[in-house]
């Protein structure tokens, strides 16, 4: 990699979820009584895509740092700071995982995310092309965090949407609204903070390459109370937002009423979520982004998938859907699903556009997603 200072210090990659900032520097007196100095950022990205981790472990034996690639043994500066360099093989939203003593921990001098159903320590390596995805001197939609009573859980749900610029000073304009789902263990900020996607759709509308439209974001997670046990299923997902969010939407924003106003798509379990949805609902959406495919993963066990009948019909299915938007990246495990989804489509007769990108099951491949369905919907 050979990454320009220019994407290494936008402020797009130095914006996390719990600051916009980058980190500030912190006393070292704070941790270890006595000394003086400060310490800075717990991950500094360099040109060549590596990055260099801090970590204060004040009497650990042997603290270190690793990825889905390497694994290092981190430094100690005789005051319990302790350092090293990572090495990253590519770029994108990666994880960086700590051990002090063996023990995985969490670092909070390093940025902290959400995955995997919880905080995680990560660093966002920009790609040498990703200027589209920066935050640059445009006009800026807002964020909004909601909140509505859902007859579906039983509780208040929440979720984040996006306004386009202007959305304030032009009351007289309405939007159409895409609802933008995650994947498994994430939440409804992640399309945010780890997707960029207000910078990638600000930075669209600037070049009259995307319309302006709402963006809703909901947690996929959905959890009903059974007999007094939390239980998470997808068929919740597609009865919250049908019967709950797209009403509150649509009564409390500017938004257009009517399918053809509407877009839905998602990431990964947002993808299988959201195949399921389109195809049992055909009068909700008139355009879907699938990022990951719709065919459930081997992986997983071959999960009964009887709302694929309404790809025999192509007639009705082409008629319902405007766009189709299939994606993939190029070295993720399920690309021989996404080849038998391509013949399958090609068989029945679907309309569909597919499209693959560098990279495996990871956030670089997602955002260019959905930078280019934005291109096509509405």
């Known amino acids: 990699m050979n990454i320009?200072?220019?994407?290494?210090?936008?402020?797009?990659?130095?914006?996390?979820?719990?600051?916009?900032?980058?980190?500030?520097?912190?006393?070292?007196?704070?941790?270890?009584?006595?000394?003086?100095?400060?310490?800075?950022?717990?991950?500094?990205?360099?040109?060549?895509?590596?990055?260099?981790?801090?970590?204060?472990?004040?009497?650990a034996k042997k603290v270190e740092a690793g990825n889905n690639d390497s694994w290092i043994e981190l430094q100690d500066d005789g005051r319990g700071v302790w350092t090293g360099n990572l090495p990253y093989k590519t770029p994108g939203f990666q994880r960086i995982v700590f051990k002090i003593d063996g023990v995985q921990v969490l670092n909070p001098l390093a940025p902290i995310g959400f995955g995997d159903n919880r905080h995680i320590n990560y660093v966002d390596i920009p790609e040498e092309d990703a200027e589209w995805m920066t935050l640059r001197?445009?006009?800026?939609?807002?964020?909004?965090?909601?909140?509505?009573?859902?007859?579906?859980?039983?509780?208040?749900?929440?979720?984040?949407?996006?306004?386009?610029?202007?959305?304030?000073?032009?009351?007289?304009?309405?939007?159409?609204?895409?609802?933008?789902?995650?994947?498994?263990?994430e939440n409804e900020t992640v399309w945010a903070y780890q997707g960029k996607i207000n910078y990638i759709i600000d930075n669209l509308i600037a070049e009259n390459k995307a319309k302006p439209c709402v963006i809703v974001m909901n947690s996929g997670m959905v959890q009903v109370n059974v007999d007094g046990v939390w239980e998470q299923d997808d068929d919740y997902m597609q009865d919250l937002i049908m019967k709950d969010c797209i009403p509150f939407i649509e009564k409390r924003y500017r938004v257009l009423p009517g399918k053809d106003n509407r877009a839905y798509a998602g990431l990964s379990m947002g993808s299988l979520q959201g195949a399921r949805f389109i195809m049992e609902h055909p009068e909700v959406f008139s355009y879907a982004g699938l990022f990951t495919g719709f065919l459930a993963p081997r992986h997983h066990g071959i999960r009964p998938q009887p709302y694929l009948k309404a790809l025999d019909d192509a007639k009705t299915f082409n008629s319902n859907m405007k766009v189709f938007f299939r994606a993939m990246g190029d070295q993720e495990a399920s690309i021989p699903l996404f080849n038998e989804e391509t013949e399958l489509c090609e068989s029945k007769g679907i309309n569909y556009v597919a499209r693959t990108y560098p990279g495996k099951h990871e956030w670089r491949v997602w955002r260019r997603a959905i930078k280019d369905f934005l291109t096509m919907i509405f």
């Open 4 to 59: 320009p200072e220019s994407l290494r210090l936008n402020q797009a990659f130095e914006a996390r979820p719990l600051a916009f900032n980058r980190q500030a520097k912190i006393a070292i007196g704070n941790h270890v009584p006595g000394e003086k100095g400060c310490i800075g950022d717990g991950a500094v990205i360099r040109e060549d895509g590596s990055v260099d981790v801090t970590m204060i472990a004040v009497g």
């Open 137 to 185: 001197d445009v006009p800026h939609g807002s964020f909004t965090r909601e909140y509505y009573k859902s007859s579906v859980t039983g509780e208040y749900e929440c979720c984040l949407v996006y306004t386009p610029p202007f959305y304030q000073e032009k009351p007289e304009l309405k939007y159409p609204t895409l609802y933008l789902q995650h994947g498994g263990g």
